[in-house]
């Protein structure tokens, strides 16, 4: 997971799949149960207290960030700016 500059609101959140390789040494690991999040140690500031979750609704799947760095967000939740 990282947040990169772009989308509507000035940030927006990043997910890729990597590989065991992919993992740089000074990434944060963050384990629950099975599920492995890494971040990178410059994204980490903006996501501060934030939640992940994962929702698989009606109308498709998708990762969920409650964020309370975000000042305001797009109506998709890919977005947001700071305060």
Known sequence: MAVEAG?????????RLI??????????????GEALV???PVSLDLLAG??????DKLMGAHFTVNNPNAASSCGCGTSFSVA
């Open 50 to 55: 934030a939640e992940l979750d994962f929702a």
């Open 38 to 40: 890494i971040v990178d």
């Open 7 to 15: 989308g509507c609101n000035g940030f927006q959140y990043q997910f």
């Open 19 to 32: 590989g065991q390789d992919d993992i740089a040494p000074d990434d944060i690991r963050l384990d629950k």
